[in-house]
């Protein structure tokens, strides 16, 4: 059980970052 947590939070962490470069390459289209 373990392991299924660890892996949720490697999916919330790797969400999160996407969401960060989807951000990052709207900022620079903008320009």
């Known amino acids: 059980m373990l392991g ?3 892996n ?3 999916v919330k ?3 999160q970052k ?3 470069d989807y951000r990052l390459a ?3 289209d903008r320009e």
Do not use: G, N, P
């Open 13 to 15: 962490a790797d969400l």
């Open 26 to 28: 709207e900022s620079e």
């Open 8 to 10: 949720v939070e490697v």
């Open 4 to 6: 299924d947590k660890v």
């Open 18 to 20: 996407r969401q960060l």
